[in-house]
């Protein structure tokens, strides 16, 4: 999988998923991972998450949150090391 992008996972997901019905699945979900069980009702609750202008609604889980949240805090602080070693 680490030779995939993140789009051709998700494509791959959806490829996968699409021929079967995941929620007869969440029981294993859920033993295996409560996290992206969850994300994956939200997914499955909200048909793929499109809306009816057909832009994609982002439903990350918690995990991902907090790596978004990492690597965006991790920036702010590379910024301010930065200006305060070479201030503008």
Same mark, same amino acid.
Do not use: C
């Given at each position: 999988?680490?030779? /995939? &992008?993140?789009?051709?996972?998700?494509? /791959? /997901?959806?490829?996968?998923?699409? #021929?079967?019905?995941?929620?007869?699945?969440?029981?294993d979900?859920?033993?295996?991972?409560?996290?992206?069980?969850a &994300?994956? @009702?939200?997914v499955?609750?909200?048909?793929?998450g499109? &809306?009816?202008g #057909?832009e @994609?609604t982002? /439903?990350?889980?918690?995990?991902? =949150?907090?790596? =978004?949240? =990492?690597?965006?805090?991790?920036?702010?602080?590379v910024?301010?090391?930065?200006?305060?070693?070479?201030?503008?």
């Open positions: 999988m680490k030779s /995939l &992008t993140s789009d051709q996972i998700a494509v /791959l /997901l959806d490829v996968v998923a699409s #021929g079967f019905d995941l929620s007869r699945y969440m029981g979900f859920k033993k295996a991972d409560q996290d992206m069980a &994300t994956v @009702g939200k499955l609750k909200s048909r793929g499109k &809306t009816e #057909g @994609g982002r /439903l990350d889980s918690d995990q991902r =949150n907090i790596e =978004n949240w =990492n690597s965006f805090f991790l920036l702010i602080f910024i301010i090391h930065i200006s305060f070693i070479r201030p503008f």
